[in-house]
């Protein structure tokens, strides 16, 4: 990729434009206060997909960031289940010996900031879970690990929203859990505002990250609690598989979640969500029933 960060933005005439945000430094910069500031600019990239932009000379002030990936972009989301040391330890279970694999369907999408619709079905033990995600740049299949992060276009903060009852109550997902009806309702995939390439933080796998709920800090964990780090996941998820451009891989989620507390604090109508990483900024989103 051309880029280190990568956003999308209306300018002061409402046109809307890729971009590489003017920043000062590199990996320690606080991306969300940098794209919250009220003098922003952008280095503009010709092209009309993020997989295939081109840089030009053109600086452009930022009016308006939108959300970058939309359901036009991603193929599918594929997401990792039971993949920090300390969120199995709370669930009881044991480190599974390989990277647990569901699905959500690309409508799962959501911008970083706009509601979550959540049906009547999914009202009741709604959950959160903050992850790092990765979007594949380049189509690939049986990708071994020493190449993994070449098919890597960027990182960037999310949002597992869940219903648990849907995925673990027999008297709804049977006798063995059931993860991707749970998970795979429309919106259920909140992603960040800007796609952050290896070029600057790497494998991602040393980045803090954070949950709220209404302010309220729910996780605090940091991505080198990951049990299965991003070369191992994407290596074994591309294993006869062709892993498309565009492709979401959400890497799992840490300690903290409601499912995980003795009287769960389940998500209501209304609580704001919020999602920090470290260098990747965050997603925010309301829950709205439906």
């Known amino acids: 990729m051309s880029w280190q960060r990568l956003i999308k933005f209306e300018d002061a005439e409402g046109k809307v434009h890729f971009g590489e945000p003017v920043v000062d430094g590199d990996k320690d910069i606080e991306i969300n206060d940098v794209l919250q500031s009220s003098t922003l600019k952008a280095k503009c990239h010709s092209g009309s997909s993020i997989f295939s932009t081109t840089a030009t000379d053109q600086v452009i002030e930022v009016k308006k960031i939108l959300p970058l990936l939309s359901t036009d972009d991603v193929p599918i989301v594929k997401c990792i289940g039971l993949n920090y040391m300390k969120h199995i330890q709370e669930g009881g279970r044991k480190p599974p010996p390989y990277p647990s694999v569901f699905i959500k ?3 799962s999408v959501a911008g970083f900031n706009e509601d979550v619709a959540i049906p009547k079905l999914a009202q009741e033990t709604l959950d959160y879970e903050g992850e790092l995600s990765i979007v ?3 189509t690939g299949k049986d990708i071994p690990k020493d190449q993994a992060l070449d098919y890597v276009a960027g990182f960037v903060a999310s ?3 869940s219903c648990r009852k849907w995925q673990r109550d027999p008297a709804y997902a049977g006798g063995v859990p059931q ?3 749970s998970k795979g ?6 992603l960040g505002p800007v796609l952050v390439s290896p070029k600057v933080v790497g494998n991602a796998g040393n980045l803090k990250l954070q949950t709220f709920v209404n302010g309220d800090l729910r996780q605090d964990s940091n991505t080198n609690d990951l049990l299965f780090n991003v070369e191992t996941i ?4 591309s294993q006869g598989t062709t892993l498309e451009a565009g492709t979401v891989i959400m890497t799992g989620t840490p300690a903290g979640v409601a499912m995980g507390m003795k009287e769960p ?5 209304g609580d704001v969500v919020e999602v920090k990483i470290e260098s990747l900024g965050s997603v925010k989103n309301r829950m709205a029933f439906e």
Not at 265 to 269: F, H, I, S
């Open 105 to 107: 369907p690309k409508a």
């Open 265 to 269: 604090l389940w998500l209501k109508d």
């Open 159 to 161: 949002n597992d929203v």
């Open 234 to 237: 994407i290596s074994f998820v």
């Open 179 to 181: 993860w991707c009806f």
């Open 185 to 190: 309702f429309d919106k259920f995939a909140p």
């Open 136 to 138: 594949i740049g380049k």
